[in-house]
Each structure stands twice: as C-alpha cells, then as structure tokens.
C-alpha cells in the first residue's frame, strides 16, 4: 500500500478539530498513490480525500491548491480543497504539509472508446478556458532547461542507437519551440489514470501536482499521447479525431498551432520517454516514486518522428 506516512484515527480526529468537516466515520488507505500518501475519509458532512505531500514543497503547493479551487468554482469537476478554521487549505499533519478536498465520483477507464475521448476533449477545452483568468504562475519543470539537463545524466546508461535519439530530438526541441503558441495554465499529466468516468459523463479530473504554465497545445497533445494511442504506438485516427474536435469546439485552435501539431506530440513524447528513464536510472534517495518502462514512450516518438506529418484532424 502506498500509504508511506501513517495518520492513525485518533491523529485525524485531533487534525480535523481545526475544520468543520463533522465526526470522523472512516479512514482508509489508498493503495494507489505514487508520490504522497493518500487516504478516503469519511465524516458526518460527506466524503473527502486527504493528502499528506512527500516530495513537493510547502511553498510550491499554494498554485496547485488554489488552482484547483479557482477550477472547481469555475465548474470544472476537480478536487476541491477545504479551508480550515484559519481559511487555509494548507496545514501540517504528522511533519508533512496536508490537504484535504473533496473526493469525487467515478473510476478510470484503461481502455477508452471514441465517445469517452471526445469528453475529455471538451473537458480539456473547458479547462484550458477556466483557467486564462487564474492569476498565479507556475514554470514548466520539465522545460527545455530541464531536457538539456537530464538527458546527458541518462546516456551513458542507453544503447547507442538510444543515445543518437535521444540527442537529436533533444537538439530538435531546441530549434522548434513551442513558445509563440497560445500559452496558459495546463494540466501537464491527463492521463487515463487521472481522469474518472461515470458511464460517459466524466466525474472527475485529479492529480494536478504537475500542472504549470506552458503551450496549450503541448497539453492537448500529452493527452493524445496516452487517451488515443494504439497498441502499435501509432494514433488511432478515430480516437484523436473526436478528442480534438471536441477540443476545438470548446477552443477554437489557430492555424500556428496546426502547423505546430507533429512538434507538439514529438515534445510530448519526449517529456515522458525522458523523465520515465531519469526515474528508472537516476532514482534520488528515498523516491517515491515508481519507474514506469520508458520503453513505451520512445516507440510513440519514434512513430511520430517517422510519420513527419501535420495532419491534424479538425
């Protein structure tokens, strides 16, 4: 279980004093947490999820905080964190930084069809809207500094057709830009995992902790990259194009970002073929986190490398 600090009944019951949330019914682990601890709590007032934060700072989690709440208000189903009696949402539980928001319907869908694409899509849109009036700012941590940085501490552990790869697309990235695009605030990790459904209707969006400012069409495309994707790491031409016109419906994309289409799925691509093999070779002193075979994002880029094309479907 991936419950690495543990908060006992009576330590809630104590932390909870300082909310008005009712009487602590359940508390329960959650099994699936990668990088902080998770539990479901249940009170008197309803359902709720608490978090205990392992790996970001205290002075890095107000953005995502206030992000979500300024998106929940805005009618974007996320989690939406509580303030306590201090109209904070942030306090501290066990020595770690603590939140607690509120727990949403729904479950992942691992094999999604057309029509859940297309929800996702005008959510995406929707969110992407939402969000142009949300003040604060957060950098893209895996920027093109951070390319340049991490791929010659991965090298010397890849093959040497990996290593030309991986330095050429690098290299690439950094002559082709997505910086002219129309930029805002994205979610940067919407994967399958992090989104739940009920039936076709989508009940929820999680796991903002990854969010920053960056090209919107790098979001749209981090999102193909995993909803649309077929088992030959080719896009399924079905998938994407719901995905995208539903996208486009709620906003409307430029032509730039058209032409910028097979730039934006390659930096896509890279991000997570990139940060997959950081995490699997260079792992800090007591990482939380688990390495996903990064495997499957080098063949997804090197599909989108040897289609060369820019046909978006809108």
Not at 57 to 83: D, K, Q, T, W
Not at 85 to 91: A, D, G, P
Not at 202 to 208: S, V, Y
């Amino acid at each position: 279980m991936a419950v690495f600090t543990r908060v006992t009944e009576p330590e809630l019951i104590s932390w909870l004093d300082d909310y008005s949330l009712g009487q602590l019914l359940e508390l329960q682990g959650i099994a699936s947490g990668i990088e902080n601890t998770n539990y479901f709590v249940t009170t008197s007032n309803g359902r709720f999820v608490l978090t205990l934060f392992e790996k970001l700072a205290a002075s890095e989690l107000p953005f995502y905080l206030n992000l979500m709440s300024h998106l929940a208000r805005h009618g974007i189903p996320c989690p939406s964190p509580v303030a306590n009696r201090h109209n904070q949402f942030l306090s501290e539980l066990n020595g770690k930084s603590a939140c607690i928001v509120s727990r949403l319907s729904g479950k992942s869908l691992m094999n999604p069809e057309v029509i859940h694409c297309a929800a996702i899509g005008g959510m995406l849109g929707r969110l992407h809207n939402a969000a142009q009036n949300f003040a604060e700012t957060m950098p893209n941590a895996h920027d093109a500094m951070w390319r340049a940085r991490a791929a010659p501490q991965v090298t010397p552990f890849l093959s040497p057709p990996d290593v030309a790869l991986l330095e050429s697309e690098v290299a690439f990235h950094e002559k082709h830009t997505l910086a002219a695009l129309p930029q805002g605030v994205i979610h940067a990790d919407l994967f399958r995992d992090n989104v739940l459904f009920e039936g076709a209707r989508i009940g929820g969006l999680i796991d903002f902790y990854f969010a920053c400012n960056d090209s919107l069409l790098y979001d749209v495309a981090i999102t193909v990259n995993d909803w649309c994707m077929g088992v030959d790491s080719i896009l399924d031409e079905a998938r994407t194009q719901a995905l995208l016109q539903a996208y486009h419906a709620v906003r409307p994309m430029q032509k730039k970002e058209y032409i910028a289409w097979p730039i934006a799925l390659r930096a896509a691509a890279l991000r997570f073929w990139l940060s997959r093999l950081y995490d699997m070779y260079l792992p800090r002193e007591n990482e939380l986190i688990h390495a996903h075979n990064p495997d499957q994002f080098k063949y997804i880029l090197q599909r989108h490398i040897a289609a060369n094309s820019n046909v978006i479907w809108l």
